[in-house]
């Protein structure tokens, strides 16, 4: 009969590892990049028809220099929802989006939330120049990412 004992690794994570230098690797690359992430959410989606306040909502997590981020999540909100008025019924301002800083990952774990339209779906997107990440969407196409209207990929790279 034989006896054997394993030392496994374990990170911050969760993830397991045979070896110490796999495990620390680990945390360089994965968990120094979970530092890096900042939090937000955005309401949008106006009812212009009645005025009755934002339909929809979206959390956002950004990895980036923290004097970056918020800026990041700005653009991209103004890329997808537009202009931060709207006008209900054409004439009345009301607001088109607003952004949030949260100050955790606790609301961009959340899947749904209560409005006065009944349950709905938060949508999730992830922000970063560098890759995709264990634990969050696809990265979204950020703002210099993007590929100016009227020319084909390869000759927005030349």
């Not at 653009?75 to 929802?81: A, E, G, I, T």
Request: aromatic share 12%; hydrophobic share 35%.
């Amino acid at each position: 009969m034989k006896t054997r004992t394993d030392t496994i690794y374990i990170t911050e994570d969760g993830q397991e590892f045979a070896t110490e230098a796999a495990a620390k690797e680990h945390e360089l690359k994965v968990l120094g990049r979970l530092s890096r992430v900042q939090y937000f959410g955005v309401h949008h989606g106006p009812d212009t028809t009645e005025g009755r306040g934002l339909q929809s909502r979206t959390e956002i997590a950004v990895e980036a220099d923290r004097h970056m981020a918020e800026h990041i999540a700005r653009d991209w909100c103004q890329y997808h929802f537009g202009s931060h008025v709207a006008f209900a019924q054409g004439v009345a301002p009301m607001p088109n989006w607003f952004l949030i800083s949260r100050p955790d990952s606790n609301s961009f774990n959340t899947k749904l939330y209560e409005s006065a339209w009944g349950k709905q779906e938060i949508k999730k997107v992830f922000l970063s120049d560098i890759g995709p990440l264990a634990g969050f969407p696809e990265p979204s196409q950020l703002y210099w990412q993007r590929i100016p209207t009227g020319y084909t990929k390869y000759e927005a790279v030349k």
